[in-house]
């Protein structure tokens, strides 16, 4: 048993593994609760709450809640985001930083009926955001604040779902579960499995009471309280993303903790071509190691984690980026044992290279498979044997940004990814 068990871990990652398992004790103790908690009430009859109509209901002073929006050339986009909105809150409570934009986005926004800041020239969206906060005088207006992006499309029970969860005093925040708008796409086929695993596998772990060291609250979907927002520095300079920041400092500040649930859900509009797949990817890291630069470390268990899963986060980063040279080395020995010119040690070498690459490839496509039957998504299956380059890609940009981050400056001026119009509007 014990060598399943070390074997399991070498090859699915410790952080995986550890996180994997602090989840699913979460949901089974969670689970079980609840089941008492029915139990008490009527003889062990289930009682089912009527959640309200959040619209209906709305009252300011009573549910003060703020949307705020960054945008900039968003107008393919943003009036799906705001028909959306329109589902769970008022458009009065709707606030779009128009950061620069060129086109309709800022027209699209008003005829909505959302409060409009237009900004000349563009700040970028963490400096957009401040000036909105700052602007409509939010903090002082409303007790909650949620961020989204101008292509989130918030699922109709994201506030009922979410805002209890402010109840208790401790909650400073409230991660969104990102789901990908479906297109049937390489790209967003892979991003629908990077989902799964980092909100399923790590950040449900991560975010239970009792550990608490989420390291991103996603800007995408997010929601805060207004009394931990004025201790953030939201458009910290130097940064090229706001969100990893963000949340770096609720934890540094032991502002509170970090909410994370599935119903919580946003979907989002991922890149469908390879040029703005790499694009974003490389803004994400790089803006990862900023944050972890710019705050520096502190004793916490937050840093705790953070070590192990930077460690482990490079060191598969590196396997996977020289693995190429191993599966070259081994057509090399092909090619020249056919001709007599290799050693029987080396082929055999060469084999066993070849037996690491098909374990890696079986494990590997074993992801693709659990996101597919979750998703209820078959072709993913189609797509999963692509996946390992796409770890690769992941793994290039994770040692670029960490150079960049030594080599650059950022000044936090944004290129919205190229967005593309939807037919289908199901998510997965």
């Known amino acids: 048993m014990l060598k399943v068990v070390i074997s399991v871990i070498i090859i699915f990652g410790f952080s995986f593994t550890f996180w994997s398992l602090i989840g699913l004790l979460r949901f089974i103790i969670e689970f079980i609760l609840k089941k008492i908690n029915f139990s008490k009430n009527g003889n062990g009859a289930v009682i089912t709450q009527v959640k309200p109509n959040l619209v209906d209901n ?71 955001l401040a000036a909105a906060l700052e602007h409509f005088n939010i903090y002082d207006q409303y007790k909650y604040v949620v961020f989204i992006d101008a292509d989130t499309r918030l699922r109709a029970d994201y506030l009922a779902n979410g805002m209890p969860l402010f109840k208790d005093d401790k909650i400073a925040a409230v991660a ?6 479906w297109k049937n796409n390489i790209f967003i086929a892979y991003r629908c499995r990077v989902w799964l695993i980092i909100q399923t596998f790590f950040r449900f772990g991560m975010s239970w009471k009792y550990t608490n060291v989420n390291m991103i609250v996603p800007g995408f979907a997010s929601m805060y309280r207004t009394r931990v927002l004025r201790q953030i520095n939201i458009a910290k300079q130097g940064l090229v993303i706001e969100d990893f920041n963000m949340t770096f400092e609720l934890q540094k500040k032991k502002l509170g903790k970090i909410a994370h649930y599935p119903s919580i859900t946003g979907y989002t509009q991922d890149p469908d071509t390879f040029k703005s797949y790499c694009h974003q990817i490389k803004r994400w890291n790089l803006g990862f190691w900023q944050t972890v630069k710019a705050n520096g470390v502190w004793s916490s268990f937050f840093w705790l984690n953070l070590i192990i899963y930077l460690a482990e ?7 996977m980026l020289i693995f190429p040279i191993f599966i070259l080395y081994f057509i090399l020995a092909i090619i020249f044992n056919s001709y007599g010119l290799i050693t029987a040690d080396k082929l055999a070498a060469a084999y066993v290279m070849l037996d690491w690459f098909l374990i890696l490839f079986i494990f590997d496509y074993f992801y693709t498979i659990i996101t597919a039957i979750v998703n209820r998504r078959p072709a993913l299956l189609f797509y999963g044997p692509t996946m390992l380059f796409f770890r690769w890609l992941d793994a290039y940009y994770l040692f670029t940004g960490f150079f960049l981050t030594y080599t650059t400056t950022s000044s936090g001026v944004w290129t919205p990814p190229k967005r593309w119009q939807s037919a289908e509007r199901q998510a997965v």
């Open 58 to 128: 709305y009252q300011p002073g009573i549910f003060e809640v703020a949307v705020v929006m960054a945008a900039h050339n968003e107008q393919s986009v943003i009036n799906d985001s705001l028909e959306a909105l329109e589902k769970i809150i008022p458009p009065h409570n709707v606030f779009v930083a128009n950061d620069g934009s060129l086109d309709k986005t800022g027209e699209i926004a008003r005829a909505y009926g959302a409060n409009v800041l237009d900004i000349y020239p563009k700040r970028g969206k963490a400096g957009a």
């Open 176 to 181: 969104g579960y990102a789901r990908s708008q």
């Open 313 to 319: 986060i490079i060191l598969v980063g590196f396997v």
